[in-house]
């Protein structure tokens, strides 16, 4: 699929966004952040058509539901999920299943996703969850930068 298609989203519709959290990094109780705002924030930029959050082994049976409940794909990880968060965002970018890459966290280990995307012609969102919580390398990685308290 050509570039044109791409940015339109395939089938002439909105761009396809995927959305992938790191919810280690960004459901913490200083950033106060809830599913709501994450969507929204990816929505700016087409139909999201994949909310993924990505848990490690200690989160709560309410947590997974809530994130069910509200249409996230829960993706549960024994020890640190960046790697299984990177490699599912990066193989959804190269095999064209998204238009735009939103990567929600704040964790300098997806800024190689997200150049990896942009190389392919994929938009690059970086979402943070707060200011306390922006990444710099991320923000100036990415196409566009989104703070969730702003």
Do not use: W
């Amino acid at each position: 699929m050509g570039l044109l298609g791409r940015l339109l989203g395939g089938d002439g519709g909105q761009p396809r966004v995927g959305l992938y959290v790191d919810g280690p990094n960004v459901l913490r109780s200083e950033f106060d952040v809830d599913f709501d705002d994450l969507r929204a924030a990816a929505a700016e930029y087409g139909r999201v058509t994949v909310a993924r959050l990505y848990l490690d082994e200690h989160a709560t049976p309410n947590l997974i539901k809530a994130a069910e409940a509200n249409g996230f794909e829960v993706v549960v990880t024994s020890g640190d999920v960046d790697v299984k968060l990177a490699v599912d965002a990066t193989a959804a970018a190269t095999r064209d299943r998204i238009d735009t890459l939103a990567v929600a966290s704040r964790d300098t280990d997806f800024k190689p996703a997200l150049e990896t995307a942009a190389n392919r012609g994929i938009r690059t969102v970086a979402i943070a969850p707060g200011e306390y919580g922006r990444s710099d390398a991320l923000q100036k990685t990415a196409h566009e930068a989104v703070t969730l308290d702003e």
